[in-house]
């Protein structure tokens, strides 16, 4: 069984903007070409074969994968100071995911025969790179319990704890979500209808969970958001059936 609790308080976040590599972005920009992208400009796509791997010094990426349909589901959300397309670099293979910019980026390529070069007179940059890797696993390893175990509600309500701990911001009427986030994101974000996060949404509501603020989501009520997430729901079942994931 899925320990949702043990998901939220180690912050196993599709928001990655510590990785264990920022202390090291100067040897990852020494060792790398600088390249400018704009809003909506990808990096790399799916199954494109590598030219390296990447460092992200100003902006945001996003991460994904893509069905034959067309049908997008987000993995992650790259911030500053975070690498990216290491798996692919080292073991010599296409990429299994997409790298879109979602806002005006700075971003270093790496090549992989110059790290290598660079961890014999420098192990601590390898020990970074195995880092970033660890992270993206337990990213990965999470969110498949979380789409094999856990109804969409309590998905989304981890989604949501998740990002108030990344970038909330308290206010008086709770704490307000510092980053846009729209429906379609959230669903591709969950692998649900679009319709289903807003149904859900609507829910939490209702429950005094959530208000919204023009085109901003504010969660009044922090606590019993996460009591959704840890599954600790009876007291609500009556208002937010469940189901199945």
Known sequence: MVDAKHNILTNDSPWVNYDGTA????????????????????????????????????????????????????????????????????????????AQVISPSKIYVINVSKIIQAIQTDPTIALCIIKACARRIRLLTSEIERLSFLSAKTHIAQVLAQVIISHGRSTDRGKKL?????????????????????????EFRKLGIVEKDKWELIVVDEQKLKQIAEGKVSEFSGNLPFEAP
């Open 178 to 202: 510092e980053i846009h986030l729209t429906h379609q994101e959230l669903a591709d974000m969950v692998s649900v209808e679009r319709s289903t996060v807003t149904r859900v949404l609507n």
């Open 23 to 98: 202390t090291m972005s100067e040897k990852f920009m020494l060792l790398g070409t600088p390249m400018f992208f704009n809003k909506g400009a990808s990096v790399y796509q799916q199954a494109d074969y590598t030219k390296g791997f990447y460092y992200l010094a100003k902006g945001k990426v996003k991460i994904s994968i893509f069905g034959e349909d067309g049908t997008e589901k987000i993995l992650a959300f790259q911030e500053e100071g975070t690498l990216f397309g290491v798996t692919s670099a080292f073991d010599k293979g296409p990429y299994r995911e997409t």
